[in-house]
Structure formats: C-alpha cells, structure tokens
C-alpha cells in the first residue's frame, strides 16, 4: 500500500445533530479518528482540509425548541457553540466548523435538488400525509407518536422505532396520535417528490465493489451489498411544515420542505465552500476535481445514509467528487454498559476534559478507534492504567530521563556519535523502520494500531537505554555513552513525529524540547523531509512532561457515574407511588356467583359476584375462560373503580389477571377467606 502522496484531502466527521451536549462516544467514533488522520496527513505533507457543522434541521430540533419557547435556530445555535467548545476541549482542531441551516447549503441543497430532477431522478407520487386539525398542521416525523408496528413498543416516533431499531416510513406507525396535542391526526393527500434510489442499485454496487478493503471496511461493503440485493426503495425527500429548506421545484407547495437527511451530508460541502471562500476561493475548484480525496469519518449508525443515499445523490448530480474512503468505527460502551442519555449513562466531554488532559484522553481513545465496526468499551480504570503504566512510565519517563541525561552529562547539546555497535546497529535500523510501519497503520485510520505500535517502539528504546547503562558509561567510555544518547534522541525526535497526530500539545511540547520549531509548520513526515537529529544543536532544561493520575481521582468518577445514574432514577421514582396513594384503591375479594358470555361481544363476560354486596361486573375474558368455568372462584377485583357501561351492561369495578402476552391468568385467592376482604 503506497503511503500518503501529495494529493489533497477532504476530511469530513459526521455532523452533530445540534440538540444536546458531545459525550465521549461521540468523540470516540468519529472527531478525535478525523482529528488524528487529519493531523497525520498535514504533517506528511499533504493539503488537507477538515470541515464539519452542526446538523440543524428536522424535527427533534423543532420539536425541542417549542418545548424551550425559542426559534429553532436558536436552539441550534445554543448547541452548535456548546458542542464546538467540548469538541475543541478534546484538540479537536477543525479547519471549518459551519452549519448546516446556512445561506451556503441553502444554494447548495437547491442545486442539488434541481439537477436531480433535472437528470430525471425525482418522481412526484401522491402519498397520505398526517394532519393534526387542531393544530392546523402537518406532522412530519417526530410530531407523531404512536405503536411500532414491528415490535409493538408504545410511544414511539413515527419516522423510527428506538425499541427494536427499525426506521418508519411515513404512514406505518399505529395508533398515531400528534406530539403536540395528543390528537389523533387526519390524514391528507398530498403530493411528494421522491429520489428515484432504485434506479441506482447497478451503479452503487458496482462503485462499492471497486473498493479497495482500506477504503471502505470490507464488513461495510458487504453489508451495503446485502442491502441493495434487499431491493432499494425510493426515498421520500419531501416534508410538511418542517424546520428545513424549501423544496425549490415550482409545483412544490408553499410549506414543502426538503427532509433533513438531504441537505445534512451536502453540509460537509457547504462548509468546504465556506472555508475555500475566507481562505482561497480558488479551491472551491476542489469539489469538483477528481483529484481530491473525500474522506468521511462516521459512526455504523449512519452507514446507510452516507453509503447508499449520498453516494446515489453525488450519482444523480454528476459534477462533484465521490467520496474516496470512509472509517467506521462501532459503539462504545462505559464501564461494560451500553452508553445511554436519557438512563444517565455517559460522560459528557465537559466532564472529562476538566479533569484530564485533552492528551490522556485522546491516547487512550486512541486505543477504541481501530476503524472496526465490532464496539469496544471505555473503563475510567483502564484509562488510568493506559496512562499510568504506557504513557507516564514507558513514554514519558523515557523521554524525560533521555534529555535529563543530555542535559547533565552532555551539556544539554546533542552529542556527537561514536563508532555503533551491533546493538546500536540495530537500534539505529530499528529508528529508520518504525516511520514507515507506523504510517502504514495511520493511512489505515487503524488508530489502535499506531498506539500500540508506540507503546512496543517505546519499550525497545527503554530496553535499549537500560542495556545500553549510558550513565556508567559516561564515566568509563565517553563515547558510548555519546552513541546511546545520540540514538536515543534520535529515536525520540522520530517518536514524537510519530505520537503528534494522537497527542498533539504533548508532542509540540516535546519538539520545542528538542529545540525543533513547530510540528505543523515543519512537518516531519513529508516525502524528502529526514528525521534525522545534528550533533551539537542545543536541547533546551527539560520540564517533565506526564503525571499519573491517582486511585482517588478514578474513584470520583466512578461516584460520579453513580449520581447520574441516581439523578435519572429519581425520575423513575416519581411513578412510584406513596403507601396513601395505594390505599386509595380499594381491592377486595369477591366470589364469582353467576357468569354468562356476552351476546354479541367475542370476549367479554358478565359476571355476577358476592364482594360483601352483590354486583355485576363486565370483564374480556371469554378468549381465555369459559364462563362456567368461573363460577366459584374467589377472585381480586377493584371494587372502587369508577363504574363503566360495557355493551349495555354497568360494569361496577374490575377484575385483576396477569396478562402475560397472550396468557391471561386470574388472580385468585390461596385460602379461602369471606366474600369482601379487603386486599392490602
Ligand atoms: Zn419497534
Ligand atoms: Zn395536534
């Protein structure tokens, strides 16, 4: 595989949807992997650009921000500068972090949707739409609730079942009812325009197959393929009353939007343009070059939407790049649980980097991106570990102690070399191989590699110190001591252009220690550049560069977690209810006398019964009881229900069975007691 020549690279991470504060799996899957290749390419050399912005449309945001009494944009903006902030704490470094609900990806999205139908690749059809009457509005999406008509969970969005994970299409939740009144909508015909997806199956596949498995992970790929062989379905791009962009086709209504997922991925492009157009217009050009690589970083949720309806969209439009290589990386978990929001379940990048060095952090995630889609899992032990042993004592240390000894026995000036011996051969080879096993992992985006690639490079440089004993050599053969030093400075001005791209103020900090100038600026691992080290520069008094982070400070995080997970428990509490509020319901006992199927109805059964006091009760038990069967029984009813008319009949209280999906099962009692005792 050849390394990183000098083309130009787009960088893109997956816009985050601009409704809530970054947590660590955030960045762990996507900005920090972008950051780092990123880095990486800069200082090979390369043009490179890293754009990202906030996703601003659809309902979630709109939906949020009625709840906050503000304008969605608003609310967008509140985020977009909340998350930027966390991202930029974790060195996430940027080149152009716009948005997506700007004048830019206005006139972008608009010619896309134009060429698109121009090509001939947007169809009208007549769909039903909901409509709520109360509110005078369509329900695009989210402002519809209802019951997931694969699994049945209630209380689900009508664009995406969040129980089993399957995505909606308009029209198929049941039971819907309007998120903002609780009506059940109407629906209405409406006119929609949809991306003719179907018509690019041949041509996705066969762009999928001419992958190489470093471009797009092979586990990817296929699982695209499977999706396509499933059949492509076209894509309703249209939406009522929406928070979006306005469909730009003249028999388009007036209150047709475009659906968030259209103009989000056309984002990485507006925020390109915005960055060539304060920067050097002139490479505006680059989009549409087939000489620049577009890189997408992503998290396996939005496979499908960057892998078949982006592609297909850049297919119907035919003027700009497609996109060269994708990273995918899986979820993450914390503490061996899944990461969760709304359980409290996750750390938010805030937290973290207040704590800890942005470094630490990004050297440990380091270790969970190894662009595979399999999930890995974030422990704050682990990381204390990683830090503690890998980078304080193996890395650190090992720079510390080599240009302490520089600076003690040398005069703090690299010392000439004397004649190498067989170790210091094949120390000497093993510094002039390790750039180029290194970079092979970092053009693999297989960050997980590099790190440990650093971690073993830093245990040979150590063995080799210690084997080495400059320190009593310096007393006996000068020379020695002047060779091993010499070698050991070399191979940490290589490590350190190694470790920049995973932590860059750590890496700056080092290089200055060198007395090199910036990383950025002189990048170390561009073709011709060597990384070789002259005797006699001066190495500035050394500052020690990593402190370990105590067992204290891991216990307070995992209290902390702890809390949150309490604070989100209090509201499971308040459905709890108080010793009073149960008293108020007045179960008893009450024995069946009389029982008889209700004509007319399939399942219900009238029931005459002693509670202390005769009466009639109507219960939807024939599918499962016979009537006579319950004549008898001393049964658990709810004697103080409000009473109900059930098919003609007054239904006075109700009775108690476990349902347990299709089994239904009464309640009865396991010693005979009188007719009318109270259940307490
Ligand atoms: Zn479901
Ligand atoms: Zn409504």
Redesign the pocket.
Known sequence: MPLADARRTIVTAALPYANGDIHMGHVTSTYVPADIYTRYLRISGQEVVYVCGADEHGTPIELAARERGVDPSEHAEYFRTRQLRDLESMGVHFDSYYRTHSEENRSLTEHFLLRMRENGHIAAEWVQSYYCEKDRKYLPDRFVLGT?P??G?ED?YSDG?E??Q?ALEPGEILKPRCAVCGAPPVTRRTKHFFFKLSGFSDALRAWLKGKKSEDVPAEVVNHVLSWIEGGLRDWDITREDYWGFRLPYPDAGDNQYAYVWVDAPIGYFASFLRWASLHDPKKEAWLKDPGTRLVHFIGKDIVQHHLIFWPAMLMAVSEYVMPSKYVVNGYISLEGKKMSKSRGWYIPVQRATSRYPSDYLRFYLAYKAANATGDSNFSWTEFQDRVNRELADNIGNFIHRVLTFTQNNFEGKVPKPGKLSSIDEQFSRYIDGMPHDLRQSYELCNFSKVVQGLVAAFMVANRYFNDKKPWSAVKSNRSDAATTTYLCLKFVKAAVALMYPIVPVMAERIWEQIGEASLVESRPLAPGTTLGLDAGRPIPKPVPLVSKIEDDKIEEEARWLETQLGMEDEKVTQEIVSIEEFKKIDIRIAKVLEAEEVKGSRNLIKLKVDAGGERTLVAGLAQHYSAKDMVGKQIAIVANLKPAKIFGIESKGMLLAAVDGSKVSLLVVDREVSPGTRVE
């Open positions: 997931c694969h699994c969970a689900q079942c129980v089993c399957r």
